[in-house]
């Protein structure tokens, strides 16, 4: 009964709101999605830049990244609660001042400064990614596939340009990294000021608190679910996957392929750009199957191609199209991952709690990743182990999705 009535609440709400309340909150939705990605994929073509300047080792460096998913970690299950004390509209503005305050603390050219900047851009941006769907629910109950299909796709390709100008930004432009990675405070403040509109409109403010379904008796039993931790490991592993690409493959390609730090900031972008027709097909796909084992597979197959191709090729045009294969795979394995957390799940507040499950530990073991792979080539100074280190990544995460892919709930 009280899912029916939190169905028609929200329905009811949809259809009171004005064309022009819509399109403001639209923008305002748009203008935070635009800041869920640059401020991290901005630092990994920058750490050869970083690591001269204040004279880190490659593992230290990696800390950059991990310190903000392990940040995402711990911050993810707290955020419903901050948005259910405060409401969510006004979370998610405190989250963006809270990653404003770690973009420019990141300016100051001293490493205990640029590690508590990731910090806060980790819980800026962790508040986001949470609280985001349950405003678009709330507020487009009957365009929630389209909405969050936007806001994806403008987060996928704005994480790609972080990827692409951030050495332009600063070298051709002679900016240095230090303001390459302040620049990302302007579309933050864009996002800042729109969605103060949206506060000052009570109309586009959440009626009340909306309470969460009363939880069932059996909660915290997910964690006792092997398919649970199957899934769970699967969205860690493409987590892993993902974000040791994003800090440590510009440094790879320049040192395999001696490829100018800029043009493999761009290629890494490209990498991002050419992940968007999986990301895209690949949830349509598993849901016209009963289970997605195969699917799994396919991208399976693709990152290890990939990465083989990284490792046995030197030209250019080989690079790329290794690139290009991880960049499907890394498409294909998160919007699966996503996917499986409804698919795989008996009801709203099940998928709610494996997502929960997923993402906080997810986040965890992808932070393991940037540091390994950083310390491995400080160890034998040379990326082949860290390939290796991801192509075995990649035959676990194919297992784990092995099981993941069952048709069976949780």
Known sequence: MQNKQTGERLQQRGQHLSTAQLALLFAGIIMLAVNLRPALTSVGPLIPLIREDISLTRGTAGLITTLSLLTFAAVSPVAPKIGSKIGHQRALMVGVIVLIAGIVMRYVPEAVFLFAGSLLVGAGIAMLNVLLPGVIKESFPHNIGVM?????????????????????????????????????????????????????????????????????????????????WQVTLFMGLQSIGFYVTITWLPDILNNLGNMPLAAAGWLVALMQIASLPATFL??????????????IAVIGVVAVLGLGLLMTNTSPFMLTVAVLFIGLAQGGSISLALALLSIRASTPQRAADLSGMAQSVGYFMAALGPILVGASFDAWETWMPALLILMIVSVLQVGAGMGAGRNKEV
């Not at 987060?155 to 432009?173: D, E, F, I, Q, R």
């Not at 690949?282 to 699917?295: C, H, M």
Request: charge should be positive; glycine fraction near 10%; hydrophobic fraction near 50%.
């Open 148 to 228: 969050t299909s936007i806001y994806t796709t403008t987060m996928v390709l704005m994480a790609a340009v972080g990827s692409g100008v951030s050495v332009p930004l600063a070298s051709s432009a002679g900016l240095g990294w230090q303001w390459s990675l302040l620049f990302w405070v302007v579309p933050a403040i864009a996002a800042v000021l729109c969605w103060g509109f949206v506060l000052k409109n009570r109309q586009l403010q959440m009626p009340g608190r909306v309470r969460a379904v009363e939880r069932s008796k059996s909660e915290g039993s997910i964690w006792k679910s092997p398919l649970a």
């Open 282 to 295: 690949t949830p349509i796909l598993a849901g016209r199957f009963r289970n997605q084992q195969g699917i």
